[in-house]
């Protein structure tokens, strides 16, 4: 997007390629000294949305030495559950062949960009990371009108989303999807009416291909244009990470 916020050309266009959904699980928060543990992916293509396919990866790290003892925890690292875990760059290859002219989206999405931008560099695959990537978190601020950048979980808490409870990239990433199918379903007119009358049982009910009128896509195609990133360099990551006020 622009300095006014409104979308550029180039955001709308990306619109017209698939959308990747990415979530990844790291060691610790550090993309140099850190590994990407797990990968999980999720395709579709607007304007119906419908899973395309999925891929989920346990990655073998590198060693676990400098590990954060909460992020082990919370992916559920263990030597038993990783013990078929793929090395790292065939990890990144598989992934850039799911996600091959598609764009990233996330949740998020600077810090997975950080570090699949260092794993990538460090174990020589190039062009993995586009130039550009569709940010959910912001996208969702907006629709919630919050003042600071919202979690994924409570976003997904007040969609009525359902979600396993064991904590995977994969299953992040499913979430990430569902919360952005919610936003795509409902125009900002009707959205706030719309999350108010959810319940548990709206998830089951609201499951399938979305289907909206072609002047409902054309206006939420320009609305989600705006949350379109340009930049994906180390510096430009680092910058969108620093600018961050989490809620």
């Not at 390629?17 to 797990?38: A, H």
């Not at 992916?75 to 002219?101: C, H, I, N, T």
């Not at 003042?147 to 976003?155: C, E, H, K, V, W």
């Not at 705006?226 to 360099?233: C, K, L, N």
Request: aromatic share 8%; charged share 25%; glycine share 8%.
């Amino acid at each position: 997007m622009d300095a006014s916020g409104e979308p550029t050309p180039s955001g709308t266009e990306l619109l017209d390629q698939d959308l990747v959904f990415l979530d990844c699980e790291m060691t610790g928060g550090d993309p140099d000294r850190n590994d990407i543990i797990e990968i999980g992916v999720v395709r579709t293509r607007l304007p119906e949305l419908a899973v395309l396919g999925e891929l989920s990866l346990k990655v073998a790290p590198r060693s676990m030495r400098g590990a954060n003892a909460q992020s082990i925890r919370i992916a559920g690292y263990s030597p038993k559950e990783w013990k078929a875990a793929v090395p790292v760059d065939e990890a990144l290859r598989s992934l850039q062949v799911f996600a091959a002219d598609g764009v990233l989206v996330g949740w998020a999405t600077y810090n997975d960009l950080l570090f699949m931008l260092a794993t990538a560099e460090r174990v020589g695959v190039a062009g993995l990371v586009g130039e550009a990537y569709i940010e959910l978190q912001d996208w969702a601020q907006r629709r919630f009108e919050l003042p600071r950048s919202p979690g994924l979980q409570r976003i997904a808490d007040q969609l009525k989303i359902v979600r396993d409870q064991e904590h995977s990239a994969i299953e992040d990433a499913l979430v990430t999807y569902e919360v952005f199918r919610m936003l795509w379903r409902y125009g900002p007119d009707e959205f706030a009416a719309a999350a108010a009358a959810l319940d548990w049982d709206s998830y089951a009910e609201l499951t399938g291909p979305i289907t909206l009128t072609p002047a409902e896509v054309e206006s939420r195609r320009v609305e989600l244009a705006r949350h379109v990133v340009a930049g994906t360099s180390r510096a430009e990551l680092l910058a969108r990470r620093s600018s961050y006020h989490r809620g």
